[in-house]
C-alpha cells in the first residue's frame, strides 16, 4: 500500500542565504570592528573570496560599500587597505557623543523603572563580558548601555543621530580596551555612577558623570588608535 507522502507545507524550507556580496561585506566589517583585522592590515580580493567562499566580484562590490563608509582605504592592483581610527575620529565622536548624551541624560531624570532595569542589565553583562575576556562583547553592550539613554529622552531625531555612531564607537571602544586595558574596571566603575545617579533623579550628577566618562577618550587623539 503506497504510503501518502507529507503535505508540502510540513517540509522543512530551505534556508535562503544572503547575497554573497552581503555576506563579504558582514564578514571584513564585524572583523574591522572587533580588530580581528586591525588597523594598516592589507586584505587582498584572493584571501577574502576564500574565507568567505564566494568569487572576487562580490568581494570588490562590498569593498566599495566599505571604503564609503571610511573603514577600509582601496589600492588597485594591491588590495585594501584598513584604516586607523584616526585622532580627528576620536575628536569628533567625542564632541558629538557628549552634545547628545549629555542632553539625554538630563531629560532621563526621572528615569523609569524600565530603563533602570535595562541599564542594570547591561552592567551586569559587561562585568561578565570583561571576566571572561571578550571585550568585543563588552563593546557593544557598553554602546548598547548609552543607547538606552538616548533613547529614553524620546526624541527619535537624536535617536538617529546617535545610531549613526554605531560603528565607529564599536570599533573605537574596542581598539581602546586593549591599548588600555586598566580602564576596563574603571569604565564598569563609571556606568554604576551613572546609573546610581539617574536612580536618585539626580540629573546634575548623571550629566558630570558623563561628561567625565565620555571625555576622557579626548586623550587619546594624541595619536592614532589602531
Known amino acids: 500500500m503506497r504510503m501518502p507522502t507529507a503535505p508540502a507545507a510540513d517540509l522543512p524550507l530551505p534556508t535562503k542565504q544572503p547575497p554573497a556580496a552581503d555576506r563579504v561585506y558582514v564578514h571584513i566589517k564585524e572583523a574591522v570592528l572587533h580588530r580581528h583585522y586591525e588597523g594598516g592590515t592589507l586584505l587582498t580580493e584572493g584571501d577574502l573570496a576564500e574565507a568567505v567562499g564566494v568569487s ?6 562590498a569593498l566599495l560599500r566599505l571604503e564609503a ?5 582601496l589600492y588597485p592592483k594591491k588590495g585594501a587597505l584598513v584604516l586607523a581610527v584616526s585622532a580627528q575620529e576620536i575628536a569628533d565622536v567625542v564632541e558629538t557623543r557628549l552634545l547628545v548624551e549629555k542632553y539625554a541624560a538630563a531629560k532621563a531624570v526621572p528615569a ?3 530603563l533602570i532595569e535595562r541599564l542594570e542589565e547591561l552592567l551586569d553583562d559587561m562585568r561578565r563580558q570583561a571576566d ?3 571585550l568585543a562583547a563588552v563593546s557593544v ?3 548598547a548601555f548609552h543607547a538606552e539613554i538616548v533613547r529614553s529622552a524620546g526624541n527619535q531625531i537624536l535617536s538617529r543621530l546617535y545610531d549613526q555612531l554605531r560603528d565607529r564607537q564599536l570599533r573605537m571602544g574596542v581598539a581602546v580596551m586593549h591599548a588600555h ?3 576596563i574596571a574603571k569604565n564598569h566603575a563609571e556606568h554604576g555612577e551613572i546609573l546610581e545617579a539617574l536612580r ?7 550629566v558630570d558623570v558623563i561628561d567625565q566618562h565620555v571625555s576622557w577618550v579626548r586623550n587619546l587623539a594624541q595619536g592614532d588608535v589602531r
Open 56 to 61: 572576487r566580484t562580490p568581494v570588490r562590490e
Open 69 to 73: 563608509e571610511g573603514l577600509i582605504k
Open 112 to 114: 523609569s523603572e524600565q
Open 132 to 134: 571572561a575576556g571578550d
Open 141 to 143: 553592550s557598553d554602546r
Open 181 to 183: 586595558p586598566d580602564r
Open 200 to 206: 536618585a533623579g539626580d540629573a546634575t550628577a548623571a
